[in-house]
């Protein structure tokens, strides 16, 4: 496969392969609201609830992650579709080929699609496990903290935060809807991960907010409030403003696929870096 240098145009490599910026971040929104809208004409076709395959497209999301993950470490030659922005892609479009099949056969055979596109996943997914370093105790010890860690901000989150927001019905609405609960736990499993890796292991982040609040306040653990914030404003204006259940329930599917991908790639990414 090329390499991301070998032919893109100079204009290209600098504004999408060097790391994130305000530019190419704006772009990539862009490119996901057009995504996003073409998903919806699929889910509206079908008539299906997009809410229905967040457990399925999980493998999809884990696969993505370790694919990253591994080009990182030189497991992986760094191709145009093996890094970001094309590995999202490459997914996407696994995942949408994946789930309309998975409608076929339900359609043909009625065989659940829910199980047949997780099956899908999880056949992708086994063999890139292969590829893994076999770990020692140094990752363990690593996967355990942070499960840990991670634990430990979800009990303050949902736990504590609805003792002390008790008074804040539209809050507390919002964490006590199961489907919104997941998503936010996707999300603070992005910020553990980031956070443990740029404070213990000299990781550094690339994302354009998440450093413009590190600048300013001089710390990451800003990625919590920030994360906190940003995801329950998205749920609240979903769940107030979209009375269509199909755009509603798959936007909140993009912002858990959003939140679980990155949390993902870091975590993967750390993990195989200390075998």
């Known amino acids: 496969m090329p390499t991301v ?107 659940d699609y829910r199980y047949t596109l997780f099956i899908i996943g999880m056949v992708l997914l086994i063999p890139t496990l292969f590829f893994i370093p076999c770990l020692s105790i140094k990752p363990m010890n690593y996967i355990l903290s942070t499960l840990v860690f991670v634990s430990l901000i979800v009990f303050l989150i949902f736990y504590i935060g609805e003792k002390l927001l008790k008074n804040y019905s539209p809050i507390v609405k919002l964490l006590s809807d199961k489907i919104n609960r997941i998503i936010i736990l996707a999300h603070l499993f992005d910020a553990s991960t980031t956070f443990i890796a740029v404070e213990c292991f000299n990781y550094y982040e690339q994302h354009v907010l998440p450093n413009a609040m590190n600048q300013l306040f001089g710390t990451y653990t800003t990625l919590f409030p920030m994360k906190v914030i940003v995801v329950l404003s998205a749920l609240y204006i979903i769940d107030q403003y979209f009375d269509d259940l199909t ?16 949390g993902m790639r870091n975590f993967l990414t750390l993990a195989i870096g200390m075998i």
Not at 63 to 82: E, Q, S
Not at 100 to 110: C, V, Y
């Open 5 to 111: 240098d070998s032919f893109l145009p100079e204009f290209i490599q600098a504004n999408f392969f060097s790391g994130y910026t305000v530019f190419n971040t704006v772009v990539y929104t862009l490119i996901l609201v057009v995504f996003v809208l073409a998903i919806i004409r699929i889910f509206k076709k079908i008539k299906i609830d997009p809410l229905s395959i967040i457990c399925s497209i999980i493998p999809f999301i884990i696969l993505g992650g370790l694919i990253r993950a591994l080009v990182d470490h030189g497991v992986f030659p760094k191709t145009v579709f093996l890094i970001t922005p094309g590995i999202y892609i490459l997914i996407g479009f696994l995942t949408i080929l994946s789930f309309l099949l998975s409608i076929e056969l339900f359609n043909r055979k009625n065989i």
């Open 247 to 262: 755009i509603k329930n798959l936007l909140k599917l993009t912002v858990f696929v959003l939140g679980l991908a990155p």
